[in-house]
Structure formats: C-alpha cells, structure tokens
C-alpha cells in the first residue's frame, strides 16, 4: 500500500496563484489585501530557525537531491505516471476512511501542482530502483529509501544554517540555492487552518501597527534593539522557571542568535508598540488620569494583595451534588472560623475549602489587584479591607459562601511606578484593538479538484 510520505508532501515547486488573496483588512480607512506570498514570506521568516523550520530545509534538500539525480539518470515521471499515482493513492486512503483532503498538503495545493509533488516520491523509487538494479516490479521498501538518501546526502554539499548562508537562501546543496520563500511556501502549504490564519492575523497586525508608526515618524534605532534585548536578559534571569541559564543559551535552544533577535519583526514590532505607547499616553496625560480618579487607577495598577480563601458551594434548592444551602454554608463556615486559630488557615482551608486547585495549595488563591474580576466583586473588596492575616467573616455569592485572609500585600508603588504601569494596560489596549479595528475577513481554504462522488463510491465499499 502506497503512503504519503515526506517527500510527497514537501516539495520545491512553487504553489500556483503565489499572489492569490487569503485575505483583506482594513488599513488607514481603504482595503488591503494578504497574499500567499505574504504569509508564505511571514512563516519562513518566523519558523526558519525552529524545528519545524529546519525539518522543511532538510526536506527541501532531500527533494533537491532527489530531483538532480532523477534528472541525471533520466527517471523524471510524466505528468501521467504522477496522476496514475495519486488515483490508486486516493482510492487506498478511501478504502482506509481517510479523505485525501484530510491532509493539509493537498488541501492547499492545486491540482497540478499537487502531481507534480507527487512526482517526486515517485523518482526517489526509481532512482533506488535502478541504482540498485531492481527489477520494475521489485517493491522499494523504506529502509532502501532511506539508506539510498543517506549516502546521497554524504556525497552532497550541504548548508543549512541561516548564519552561514545569503539572506533570503533557505539552504543550499552543491551549487543550487534554495530560496527562503520557497520554505515559506512548504510550510504554508503544509499548514493547518488555524496557523494559516494566525499568520494572517500576525501580518495584518504587523503592517498595521507599522503603518501607525510611520505616521508619527518612528524607527527603530541600534539602542531601541539594545535595551529590548538587556530587558529580555534580565528577564530571563528573574524567572525562575529557566534556571538561570544565561540567555544566549536560551536562543540558541530555538536555533537563534543575538543578531537574528534584533531582525525578528514580532520582536521588532514591540520596541514599535512601546514607542507608540509613549507618544499616545504620555507622562503628562496619565499623570491627569491618575489625578482625576487614583482609586480607578490603583483598581487597574494598584498594589496587588495575595488572597487565601475557603470556599463552601450552597444553593437554595440543594441537588444531590451541592447539597447545602447558604443559610447552612454560612453557618458552616462560622464553624471553619473558630477551627482556623486552632489549626490555622491553610491546614483548615485543605480540609474545608471546595475551591478546586487552591484546596491543595492551602486556600492559596494568589494574587490580586482591586479591580480584579476573577473573584467576585463582594471577595475582592472584602480583601482590601483587611488587615493582614485577619480571617473574615463569611461572604456570601451567587455561587456559594467564602472566608478570606490576605497572606502577603505589595507596599504602594509611587506615582511613577503607577503611571508605568497604566501605560502598559494602556498599550496592551491599544494592540489589542489593531485586529478588532482591521475587520480581517479570511478567505476559505482551496480545496484539490477531486470528484465529488469519490467519497461515495468509496464508502460503499
């Protein structure tokens, strides 16, 4: 039985309608478009230097080879070797319950270009085949292939790694260059939906947000790149899940450099929305806003208090799975109070509370600010009421009844301290309205011309 294998699905050729819009947005008032170049351009550039990335390059190599040796050898299958191929192909995976548009590389390939891919599965078997000396219909298996595409790439001049290679050059074996954009178009073809359309949005977002700056005449300078970068280092340092491995070691984890960080466009395009941030929330206006109404602004920024909180369920109907109302929840947790200075708080809270995660943790429900709308408004208030290591009395919601106690609180930032930071919620607003005031309108994927009555036939079967 035939499989589709890495080389049928990933191949050289560039797809058909390269300029073929995926979708349209709204920029500075008049519609513009992404192309599958576009998207093809953003993913090559984004995922060269991670897995899926350099798995691409390895298999554009591999097809390269293939390619070059079929062409040497003149084994190239015709246009109609590659189309009775993919019938009795689509026929199996029918036979099989799969649908041949199941697989991203065909749902997003035309027709023609679909054999031609298909074509080069094809010439690796024959290249085996006839250097090996077997008879037409002698079974290639696997472990031939592969051995066959080992030695080949032994004899072969191969680089792949974007540091030693032209910008713009994927990868490069003997003399031919392997284009960035025909990566792009692999991974983009071998894409799901939704990455399809994450990448769409990512470019809308990017050319917008670059369009804003041009506006006010922002660039990006060597020293924006530098403090980006030291406000990366010192952040990686501080978090605790990494261990303190120094943060060159962390890019190169992903396959990247210093310098290949300071060329990203989504790193690039936060030093762009900081700088914009600057401008449309000034010092001066966010230090009127925080003037006007500083218990607005400390709800937003303000000194975050960390919560511990028993939790009982009640309804006022009980059913078999909550079975207190909250006249006997309340009560109940007049009990749990008293229990709490003999015990203390956690160890009653790990015994008492029903508060999912937070029961394992000793009520522990971390920390929150006033304006916090995670826990209900009632909890919230109470907490910033207390003082430290006080237990509350019980609380009653539309979900049932808590107590609180507040088990660590950070000191009041100073006015600066909290303009910063009210810049940064500004900011983050700010961005997030760049889609919502784009309208994207994605375009449907273009499915392979496959008869509409395959499926039927072979589910009959």
């Excluded at 078997?125 to 219909?137: N, T």
């Excluded at 700056?213 to 990686?236: F, G, N």
């Excluded at 929840?329 to 937070?358: C, N, P, W, Y």
């Excluded at 900011?427 to 011309?449: F, H, R, Y």
Aim: glycine share 6%; with cysteine; net charge neutral.
């Amino acid at each position: 039985m035939f499989a589709i294998s890495s080389l049928a699905l990933l191949c050289l050729v560039i797809p058909q309608e390269p300029n073929k819009v995926l979708a349209t947005y709204q920029l500075n008032g008049e519609e513009a478009t992404v192309t599958r170049t576009d998207v093809a351009m953003e993913m090559a550039f984004h995922l060269r230097r991670d897995d899926r990335g350099r798995q691409g390059c390895e298999m554009m190599v591999d097809a390269a080879i293939t390619r070059s040796e079929a062409q040497r050898l003149n084994v190239m299958p015709s246009q109609a070797d590659a189309k009775a191929f993919w019938d009795k192909l689509q026929k199996q995976l029918i036979e099989a319950g799969r649908r041949p548009e199941d697989f991203a590389a065909v749902r997003n390939t035309s027709k023609e270009q679909w054999l031609k891919d298909l074509s080069v599965q094809i010439a690796q078997e024959r290249v085996v085949r006839k250097e090996l000396g077997l008879a037409e219909d002698e079974k290639v298996g696997g472990d031939m292939l592969t051995l066959w595409l080992t030695e080949a790439r032994e004899r072969a001049e191969i680089e792949t790694d974007p540091d030693k290679l032209p910008i713009g050059t994927a990868a490069k074996v003997n003399e031919q260059a392997i284009a960035l954009i025909d990566l792009g178009f692999l991974l983009l073809r071998t894409s799901e939906d939704f990455e399809r359309d994450r990448f769409i949005r990512q470019i809308v977002y990017l050319q917008t947000l670059e369009s804003m700056a041009r506006e006010k005449a922002l660039r990006i300078t060597d020293t924006d790149l530098d403090r980006a970068i030291e406000d990366r280092r010192v952040q990686a340092k501080k978090d605790p899940r990494l261990g303190g491995v120094p943060f060159e070691q962390l890019l190169k984890a992903r396959g990247m450099t210093i310098e290949s960080l300071r060329q990203l466009r989504v790193f690039r395009s936060q030093i762009l929305l900081d700088k914009l941030a600057s401008i449309e929330f000034s010092d001066e206006n966010l230090q009127t806003e925080l003037e006007a109404d500083r218990e607005a602004v400390l709800a937003q920024v303000g000194p975050r208090r960390r919560i511990g909180a028993i939790f009982l369920r009640a309804l006022k109907n009980p059913n078999e799975i909550i079975k207190r109302t909250f006249d006997e929840a309340m009560a109940h947790l007049q009990i749990v109070r008293a229990r709490i200075v003999k015990d203390g708080f956690a160890t009653t809270a790990s015994i008492e509370s029903e508060l999912g995660d937070s029961k394992r943790k000793g009520g522990d429900i971390g920390w929150h600010r006033k304006g916090s709308t995670e826990l209900p408004t009632k909890v919230v208030h109470a907490a910033f009421a207390m003082k430290m290591a006080d237990v509350s009395m019980p609380i009653r919601t539309k979900d049932g009844c808590y107590i609180i106690t507040v088990l660590d609180r950070e000191p009041m930032p100073a006015n600066k301290e909290l303009i910063r930071k009210l810049r940064i919620v500004r900011s983050q607003t700010m961005s997030e309205g760049i889609l919502e005031n784009a309208k994207v309108k994605i375009e449907g994927a273009k499915l392979l011309d496959i008869p509409e009555n395959t499926y039927e036939t072979g589910a009959k079967k």
